[in-house]
């Protein structure tokens, strides 16, 4: 019942503005690019790798309560306001992406296929660890100050990620022989992340 009655507040609070421009840029960009002939499965690929990227740091903006200061002391739990928010932001930020994904896999040519399973797990990665940067940010900084903090922390683990090549990079082509074994890396990384968010959610006191 109190989660219940916490959801519209929480929605009104929350700055959706970062995630609707992103969001609607990665849909856009799904739909236009190449516009008029079919949508080149490399092309594809790419633009809906950045765009987990992109969302992610777009749903840290969620997490961030502008009125911290404030409402510390109210009845209801940090980490459940927490939980709630993280819940918004990765939610809306990962159905951005499946559209933006519906729209790429409907425009490839004949015979092009997208291993969705493997890059849904990316974009859900880096939507969780947006979500943690901003998260871990947002009990050192205040309002949109913790939101930037928190995709430079993004940004700067995707950049070291790119950079540490090797036979199980992050980051591999589907043709690549591990795809199948990194992507299982990739899906154990989730649940430490969201018993970290957990930890960043609770009471700053």
Do not use: K
């Amino acid at each position: 019942m109190l989660v219940t009655q916490l959801i519209r507040p929480v929605a009104r609070a929350i700055d959706w503005t970062p995630l609707a421009v992103t969001g609607t840029l990665a849909v856009v960009m799904a739909s236009v690019i190449d516009a008029g002939s079919p949508l080149g499965v490399g092309a594809a690929f790419t633009l809906l790798r950045m765009m987990g990227v992109m969302l992610g740091a777009a749903a840290g903006f969620a997490v961030i309560d502008e009125m911290t200061a404030s409402t510390g002391a109210v009845p209801v739990s940090r980490r459940l306001r927490q939980w709630l928010r993280c819940g918004f932001g990765g939610l809306v930020a990962g159905l951005f992406w499946g559209i933006a994904c519906a729209v790429a896999v409907a425009r490839l040519p004949a015979g092009g296929e997208l291993r969705v399973a493997g890059m849904a797990v990316e974009a859900a990665v880096c939507i969780a660890v947006g979500l943690l940067a901003a998260s871990v940010a947002g009990r050192v900084h205040q309002g949109r100050a913790a939101a930037l903090a928190g995709m430079g922390g993004l940004l700067v683990i995707v950049s070291v990620s790119l950079v540490l090549r090797g036979p199980y990079w992050p980051w591999l082509y589907p043709e690549e022989e591990n795809w199948e074994i990194v992507h299982h890396g990739w899906l154990a990384v989730l649940p430490p992340v969201l018993a970290a968010l957990s930890w960043a959610g609770r009471d700053l006191r």
